[in-house]
Nanobody, 115 residues
Framework: QVQLAESGGGLVQPGGSLRLSCAASGRIFSINVMAWYRQAPGKQRELVARIISGGSTNYADSVKGRFTISRDNDKNTVYLQMNSLKPEDTADYYC?????????WGQGTQVTISS
């Protein structure tokens, strides 16, 4: 089993920044994919950013240039640096990891962008 512990959500004004963290623990030998998804009220969950073991990244068009995903393989931790936040970024953000083909999800952390 793999456990994911997320942190870093909160309330911030438009234009502000937040940094999300997600630490994986448990029976981990190697993590192929680490990613962040988000789900706004009334909307489907969507991919925000993904980073694979080799370091390649993918971003949703809506966050390109504003968000940066990174990972610390020694700590089995993935980060999401979010800058220039907009009200439309408001959502629950979920950490996702894929360990040897098995998907694991975090419990979600709420991000609210409001003045």
């Amino acid at each position: 089993q793999v456990q994911l512990a997320e942190s870093g959500g909160g309330l911030v004004q438009p234009g502000g920044s937040l940094r999300l963290s997600c630490a994986a623990s448990g029976r981990i030998f190697s993590i192929n994919v680490m990613a962040w998804y988000r789900q706004a009220p009334g909307k489907q969950r969507e991919l925000v950013a993904r980073i694979i073991s080799g370091g390649s990244t993918n971003y949703a068009d809506s966050v390109k240039g504003r968000f940066t995903i990174s990972r610390d393989n020694d700590k089995n931790t993935v980060y999401l640096q979010m800058n220039s936040l907009k009200p439309e970024d408001t959502a629950d953000y979920y950490c996702y990891v894929n360990v040897r083909g098995y998907p694991y999800w975090g419990q979600g952390t709420q991000v609210t962008i409001s003045s």
